[in-house]
């Protein structure tokens, strides 16, 4: 109007309350026509980007109470908005493994900086853009290298210090709104399995020092983890024998591989899976066999060679986690002693490293077999120091030992002892077993056309050390003296056929001699006068009596040594006398009467 406006107050009042500015008059106001204005200010911050637009529910007016009636009443009103931008870094960390790996195997940490806010960022020089606080055990890493650029101005420095990657302003820098980005990345190598989290005793952040106002702060941490496994292959080696076995026996040598990690082990086409020199002397191999495979995948070849056990892929391999295969062939010692494995070499699995693991000294194997084994003997004896009379029997007695480490075992129907009797003038009695030692099992003793035979009624074992029996059978009289020796035109042996594998074969045999002796006494007669003489003349008979024969002529007293009944008509005769007596033990008296010429001993 033109004329003054009149307030009923003398003061202008103003000031802002619950986000509303109210000016009012504090005593009579008056706003001269024309010229009359005021202008009020206030200062506005943000604390967040977008529009602030005014007024806000609300209005921006004077006489906002229509108090003072005006020429126009819809120009009272006021507004005004003002857009507020802001920056909103990120960082996002990522790997190329997926998040995990197996120990051998590098994996690249890349960190990937924006700007997605619709404000640029600007970084002073020197201030520091991007921290990541590294894991620090078992892992190293390469240099951090700076890709994919967009939107930046400036030179940004990274680098990774005391497991610590830095990237700071080398110059002044802004990172675009909107699309402004970069990636830094860097290679990790660990050095044992777990896993590796990022970040780990600190922060993995753009703007760590909140230099950069934002609007949002809650998007400036990276994290990432890595978890590294590995394989861990072992190989055990058994016997079916509790470490004893037996000459000529088989046992079976067992080879358990398996992965105890938390990863597979994948072998290549050819690759070297298991090797295993054995021992190489007196000992023969069968054919390798497997068993029990779990968590296996592809073709495992193996086989003996020269002693030597190999498995191999045939194809690509892969033993998972908790992954196994048993691996087994039977081995037969021909002589006594200790069979290391290995032998000149190694037993072990992944022999040539081609797989890293979380534990390599793990991967031998071993395992001792100690073989035994029998020792037959068979020792005969008589019972008459080797010579016997004519017309007296004796005792043969054949005693079979095992003095071996090692039981010796047959089976049903083995012959056990052989013994070829001589056959001439000479017939046995039955064979009878005594003092038996150790022996499990039947054994049955005949003779049959001059052999004795004992052979295993069932299983037999003659126990180690003190196994052992006797075999007696009578020599009934021969009927002609000589030499009855034994084995005659055969063997006289324990294990005939070689059936038990021995330390010793050459003690098998067993043999005696008898002689039996007879007396082969003569008497010869003569005289001195050639057979003739003439009336009136004496002569003088001889009798030479001797033993021609193998023993001695044995008389009890009194028994005739000689008679002679000499001719009685128109003869006479003197005494008898003994001369030239020679290998005479005792008395021998020699008289004639009534014509009779009679020594008897005395």
Same mark, same amino acid.
């Given at each position: 109007?033109?004329?003054?406006?009149?307030?009923?107050?003398?003061?202008?009042?103003?000031?802002?309350?619950?986000?509303?500015?109210?000016?009012?008059?504090?005593?009579?106001?008056?706003?001269?026509?024309?010229?009359?204005?005021?202008?009020?200010?206030?200062?506005?911050?943000?604390?967040?980007?977008?529009?602030?637009?005014?007024?806000?529910?609300?209005?921006?007016?004077?006489?906002?109470?229509?108090?003072?009636?005006?020429?126009?009443?819809?120009?009272?009103?006021?507004?005004?908005?003002?857009?507020?931008?802001?920056?909103?870094?990120?960082?996002?960390?990522?790997?190329?493994?997926?998040?995990?790996?197996?120990?051998?195997?590098?994996?690249?940490?890349?960190?990937?900086?924006?700007?997605?806010?619709?404000?640029?960022?600007?970084?002073?020089?020197?201030?520091?853009?991007?921290?990541?606080?590294?894991?620090?055990?078992?892992?190293?890493?390469?240099?951090?290298?700076?890709?994919?650029?967009?939107?930046?101005?400036?030179?940004?420095?990274?680098?990774?210090?005391?497991?610590?990657?830095?990237?700071?302003?080398?110059?002044?820098?802004?990172?675009?709104?909107?699309?402004?980005?970069?990636?830094?990345?860097?290679?990790?190598?660990?050095?044992?399995?777990?896993?590796?989290?990022?970040?780990?005793?600190?922060?993995?952040?753009?703007?760590?020092?909140?230099?950069?106002?934002?609007?949002?702060?809650?998007?400036?941490?990276?994290?990432?983890?890595?978890?590294?496994?590995?394989?861990?292959?072992?190989?055990?080696?058994?016997?079916?024998?509790?470490?004893?076995?037996?000459?000529?026996?088989?046992?079976?040598?067992?080879?358990?591989?398996?992965?105890?990690?938390?990863?597979?082990? %994948? /072998?290549? #086409?050819?690759?070297?899976? =298991?090797?295993?020199?054995? !021992?190489? $002397?007196? *000992?023969?191999? @069968? +054919? &390798?066999?497997?068993?029990?495979?779990?968590?296996?995948?592809?073709?495992?070849?193996?086989?003996?060679?020269?002693?030597?056990?190999?498995?191999?892929?045939?194809?690509?391999?892969?033993?998972?986690?908790?992954?196994?295969?048993?691996?087994?062939?039977?081995?037969?010692?021909?002589?006594?002693?200790?069979?290391?494995?290995?032998?000149?070499?190694?037993?072990?699995?992944?022999?040539?490293?081609?797989?890293?693991?979380?534990?390599?000294?793990?991967?031998?194997?071993?395992?001792?077999?100690?073989?035994?084994?029998?020792?037959?003997?068979?020792?005969?004896?008589?019972?008459?120091?080797?010579?016997?009379?004519?017309?007296?029997?004796?005792?043969?007695?054949?005693?079979?030992?095992?003095?071996?480490?090692?039981?010796? %075992? /047959?089976? #049903?129907?083995?012959?056990? =002892?052989?013994?070829?009797? !001589?056959? $001439?003038? *000479?017939?046995? @009695? +039955? &064979?009878?077993?005594?003092?038996?030692?150790?022996?499990?099992?039947?054994?049955?003793?005949?003779?049959?056309?001059?052999?004795?035979?004992?052979?295993?009624?069932?299983?037999?074992?003659?126990?180690?050390?003190?196994?052992?029996?006797?075999?007696?059978?009578?020599?009934?009289?021969?009927?002609?003296?000589?030499?009855?020796?034994?084995?005659?035109?055969?063997?006289?042996?324990?294990?005939?056929?070689?059936?038990?594998?021995?330390?010793?074969?050459?003690?098998?045999?067993?043999?005696?001699?008898?002689?039996?002796?007879?007396?082969?006494?003569?008497?010869?007669?003569?005289?001195?006068?050639?057979?003739?003489?003439?009336?009136?003349?004496?002569?003088?008979?001889?009798?030479?009596?001797?033993?021609?024969?193998?023993?001695?002529?044995?008389?009890?007293?009194?028994?005739?040594?000689?008679?002679?009944?000499?001719?009685?008509?128109?003869? @006479?005769?003197?005494?008898?006398?003994?001369?030239?007596?020679?290998?005479?033990?005792?008395?021998?008296?020699?008289?004639?009467?009534?014509?009779?010429?009679?020594?008897?001993?005395?």
């Amino acid at each position: 109007p033109p004329r003054s406006t009149l307030f009923p107050y003398t003061t202008l009042f103003r000031s802002i309350a619950s986000n509303t500015l109210t000016c009012s008059a504090s005593g009579a106001v008056s706003i001269a026509a024309t010229t009359g204005a005021f202008d009020v200010s206030f200062v506005a911050t943000p604390t967040g980007a977008g529009s602030f637009v005014n007024p806000t529910a609300g209005v921006c007016k004077a006489d906002a109470g229509s108090v003072v009636s005006e020429s126009d009443e819809t120009n009272n009103t006021c507004t005004d908005t003002v857009t507020v931008t802001a920056p909103d870094l990120t960082a996002v960390k990522t790997d190329d493994v997926s998040h995990a790996t197996t120990l051998g195997n590098s994996w690249t940490w890349k960190v990937h900086v924006a700007n997605t806010g619709n404000a640029a960022a600007p970084f002073a020089t020197g201030q520091t853009i991007l921290t990541d606080n590294l894991p620090s055990t078992n892992i190293g890493y390469g240099s951090a290298s700076m890709a994919n650029a967009v939107g930046i101005a400036g030179t940004i420095n990274c680098a990774i210090a005391s497991n610590t990657l830095t990237c700071t302003a080398g110059t002044p820098v802004t990172i675009a709104a909107t699309t402004g980005a970069f990636d830094v990345s860097f290679l990790a190598t660990p050095t044992a399995i777990g896993s590796f989290v990022n970040p780990t005793g600190g922060v993995c952040a753009v703007d760590p020092g909140l230099v950069i106002a934002e609007s949002s702060e809650a998007n400036n941490s990276c994290s990432d983890t890595v978890t590294v496994t590995t394989p861990d292959l072992t190989a055990t080696k058994s016997n079916n024998v509790s470490g004893t076995g037996t000459a000529g026996i088989p046992w079976t040598w067992k080879v358990h591989l398996a992965n105890a990690g938390n990863a597979p082990a %994948n /072998f290549l #086409t050819g690759a070297t899976i =298991l090797t295993d020199n054995l !021992p190489t $002397t007196n *000992i023969v191999y @069968g +054919s &390798a066999s497997q068993s029990g495979a779990s968590g296996i995948t592809g073709a495992i070849n193996c086989s003996i060679s020269s002693n030597v056990l190999t498995c191999s892929a045939n194809g690509a391999v892969s033993i998972a986690a908790s992954g196994s295969v048993d691996v087994s062939f039977t081995a037969t010692a021909s002589v006594a002693g200790s069979y290391a494995n290995p032998t000149a070499g190694v037993c072990a699995v992944d022999p040539n490293n081609v797989i890293t693991e979380s534990l390599e000294n793990n991967n031998s194997c071993s395992d001792t077999v100690s073989v035994n084994s029998a020792d037959l003997t068979a020792v005969k004896t008589d019972n008459v120091s080797g010579t016997v009379n004519l017309g007296t029997g004796w005792t043969w007695k054949i005693h079979v030992g095992n003095s071996g480490s090692a039981a010796a %075992n /047959f089976s #049903t129907g083995n012959t056990i =002892l052989t013994d070829n009797l !001589p056959s $001439t003038n *000479i017939t046995y @009695g +039955s &064979a009878s077993i005594s003092n038996a030692s150790g022996i499990t099992g039947t054994i049955n003793c005949a003779i049959a056309t001059n052999t004795l035979t004992c052979t295993a009624g069932n299983a037999v074992t003659i126990a180690a050390t003190t196994g052992g029996f006797d075999v007696s059978f009578t020599v009934n009289a021969p009927t002609a003296a000589g030499s009855y020796v034994n084995p005659t035109g055969g063997v006289c042996s324990v294990d005939p056929a070689n059936v038990v594998v021995e330390s010793n074969e050459g003690n098998n045999s067993c043999t005696d001699t008898v002689t039996v002796t007879a007396v082969d006494l003569t008497a010869v007669k003569t005289d001195n006068v050639s057979n003739a003489t003439t009336l009136g003349n004496n002569w003088t008979w001889k009798i030479h009596v001797a033993n021609s024969g193998t023993t001695g002529a044995n008389f009890a007293n009194g028994n005739t040594v000689l008679t002679d009944n000499l001719p009685s008509s128109n003869i @006479g005769y003197g005494s008898a006398s003994m001369s030239n007596a020679s290998g005479i033990t005792g008395t021998i008296n020699c008289s004639i009467a009534s014509n009779t010429l009679t020594c008897s001993s005395s």
